[in-house]
């Protein structure tokens, strides 16, 4: 969530390539993780609203889990207020995402 760069278009062709492949299949959800470490919220909102737009184009939803270990991304509440920061045009304008917890130990 907090990639750019190479990293984000290398990131962002495997997860367009998961998207063409669900729909493909008739599956109506991607799942995606969260990412553990620390980083700019603005920058995951943004990577998180284009990877939605992806999921959109391929007519499947996107499903975020964040993980409660995790540094940053850690609950609903701030995945939340991540999803719901300020939009930009550049940012798009795809549906709000699925948001889930990590399943809980058994």
Known sequence: MF????????LM??????????????CATVMS????????????????RAAGDVAAAHRVKLAVEF????????NLE???GSWQRPRTRAAGSC???IICSE???R
């Open 13 to 26: 062709q495997a997860f367009t390539e998961s998207c063409r492949w669900a729909s493909e299949l008739g």
């Open 33 to 48: 993780a969260s990412d553990r470490g620390r980083g700019d919220l603005a920058r995951a909102a943004a990577n998180m």
């Open 67 to 74: 993980n409660s270990q995790a540094d940053q991304l850690n």
């Open 3 to 10: 990639a750019d760069g190479a990293d984000l278009q290398r």
């Open 103 to 105: 399943a809980a130990p």
């Open 95 to 97: 549906s709000t995402p």
């Open 78 to 80: 701030i995945m939340r």
